[in-house]
């Protein structure tokens, strides 16, 4: 009980926001491809994914590993293979369907007028091919089609399948209560099993209906019938009333005016809409919670909104050592440039600060939860920036050959300016050369030496005076007994 006190007060308004996001693009995902194979085959990938994830946690390595390349090929091959279906599935009229509507309810044909057309043109000897798409795209099976845009009416149907207009040989497409394609090619089927009176028109619907889940209406010109294909059946209609029956039960439209129906559609909704959050809630939990794990980082300090008047001369350290505190999903994806230690400067005074070191100052991943800090406060002199002329100095180190003496040195440049704090430059009164040997001058000469500038807050106004030229006159010693250099 208390585990789950102290994982609800440590859930953020972002964490909320971020599950109902995630679940309701679940429950989406489901609503516009449940009736789908692609679903089908995501549900299978789904079971796969959390099988995967059991066999990891219960150290199975092979097998996690096996799932794994298993789930990720699978993750491909649905796109490659129902690309189609997705692609209906996506596609909407307005974007409100799309985010809140379903595919079904935006189905809407007048059957009554087009089956009542299809008998008409069965009375006329009218030869007509008619397609009415299902879930899956239709775009590959078809070709040879001339778009069209026209309100679906019996006058229209007529006028499309007269036998003197140039598109009545190819099939008509009708979605909703348009005709969206007129003209269009479909491909035969391969069957030995259809009657042998069946010609190209009834070939051309049983080979899509084969191929697609679409429903095609074929109206035979020789014998003046009615006949419908979908999946491997295709038969001839007798009645009106029936190609109507089988119009709405392709289209959804039996089900939509049936009460009971839409209560269990809204129920299915309801459940599907709880199990998404659920889902989405038990994946956040594993990945945030899920076996935790410690870690340790060392963290450089950034300062910011430093006093423009103010530099920074020492800090008492340049980096934290955190300890922090996660799953191990989120520890193994962390990056170092996600952590950040900021000291924010902008109420700072001249001297010495001590700032706290608290969560307010640390910017860690969501999910990642801090444990310890050391240091706990962070000491930083500032001081008012100024210039100061300091002489260069050498330093000798070594001793002279007994029988040689330096008589003049001189070093170029003689004096350098350096700039800094001003608390600092006060105590600053010479700059040396690094260490140069004299234990092997025989002659005079000149040698390049680097400066040092210390402190390290310290800079040099002239980037060029980090090395100085210096010049020495060595003569030969007249007493031995003289004095060693």
Sequence with gaps: MKSVVLILSSIRWQDVVDILINSYILFRVYVLFRHTNAFRILAGIASLWVIQELAA????????????????????????????????????????????????????????VLADTFFQMAKKRIGALVVFPGREDLRELIHGGIPWDGRVSQEMLMSIFWPKNPVHDGAAIVEGDKVTEVGVLLPLSQRTDLPTFYGTRHRAAAGLAERSDALVVAVSEERGRVTAAKDTWIKPIAQTEDLVHILEAHLGLVHQRDPRYRKREVTRLAVAGVLSLFIITAIWLGFTRGRDTLMELDVPVEF????????????????????????????????????????????????????????????????????????????????????????????????????????????????????????????????????????????????????????????????????VEVRFTVAKRSDKKGPEG
């Design 57 to 112: 946690s219960l150290g199975l390595i092979l097998t996690s590993w096996a799932l794994q390349a298993i789930t990720a090929a699978a993750a491909i091959i649905i796109i490659v293979v129902f690309r189609n279906e997705i692609r209906s599935a996506l596609q909407a009229r307005n974007l409100k369907n799309f985010l809140w509507g379903s595919p079904l309810e935006e189905r809407s044909s007048p059957v009554q």
């Design 304 to 467: 910011v909104n430093r006093p423009a008047q103010f530099q920074i001369l020492e800090t008492s350290a340049n980096k934290v050592h955190l300890q922090l505190h996660g799953s191990s999903a989120i520890v193994k994806s962390l990056r170092p440039e996600q952590v950040t230690v900021r000291i924010n400067l902008a109420k700072a005074t001249e001297g010495r600060n001590v700032f706290p070191i608290t969560k307010d100052n640390i910017q860690i991943p969501p999910g990642l939860f801090l444990n310890s800090v050391n240091p706990t406060t962070l000491e930083v002199t500032l001081d008012i920036p100024g210039t100061k002329i300091v002489p260069v100095q050498v330093d000798w180190t070594g001793k002279l050959p007994d029988n040689v003496i330096i008589t003049n040195v001189q070093v170029f440049p003689a004096e350098v300016q350096v700039v800094g704090g001003k608390t600092l430059l006060a105590g600053i009164h010479t700059f040396y050369t690094t260490p140069l040997r004299v234990d092997t001058l025989t002659e005079s000469g000149s040698i390049i030496a680097p400066l040092i500038v210390t402190p390290a807050s310290l800079k040099l106004a002239d980037p060029a005076q980090e090395r």
